[in-house]
Nanobody, 124 residues
Framework: QVQVVESGGGLVKAGGSLRLSCAAS????????IGWFRQAPGKERDGVSC????????YYLDSVKGRFTISRDNSKNTVYLQMNSLISEDTAVYYC?????????????????WGQGTQVTVSS
């Protein structure tokens, strides 16, 4: 079973950028979709973005469209989440997780293997 590990979180000022990485323990080509979720204190874990590994079709939460970009490098078994124009509302722990395909609206129940999360803090 594939395992995933997130990295790239940190503290950034509003308007800044971060790139998160989700590294898989083995090739997931053709087998998985990778989703990014985030969870702020006291709130539910929400789906932010998702990418299908085979055809690279993507999903974005409305509030991040135009600011976040998901991509994958199959040769490195890694999916990235480029986050630009960050705002304080983006502050959360960000998780990546695997699924057999990106659902229309990514939800926690659709995803099986989760990473440990990486903290993103946006200061105003």
């Amino acid at each position: 079973q594939v395992q995933v590990v997130e990295s790239g979180g940190g503290l950034v000022k509003a308007g800044g950028s971060l790139r998160l990485s989700c590294a898989a323990s083995r090739s997931f080509l053709g087998n998985y979709a990778i989703g990014w979720f985030r969870q702020a204190p006291g709130k539910e874990r929400d789906g932010v973005s998702c990418i299908n590994i085979d055809d690279a079709t993507t999903y974005y939460l409305d509030s991040v469209k135009g600011r976040f970009t998901i991509s994958r490098d199959n040769s490195k078994n890694t999916v990235y989440l480029q986050m630009n124009s960050l705002i304080s509302e983006d502050t959360a722990v960000y998780y990546c997780a695997t699924a057999r395909g990106c659902p229309t609206v990514p939800q926690v129940a659709n995803f099986g293997v989760w990473g440990q999360g990486t903290q993103v803090t946006v200061s105003s």
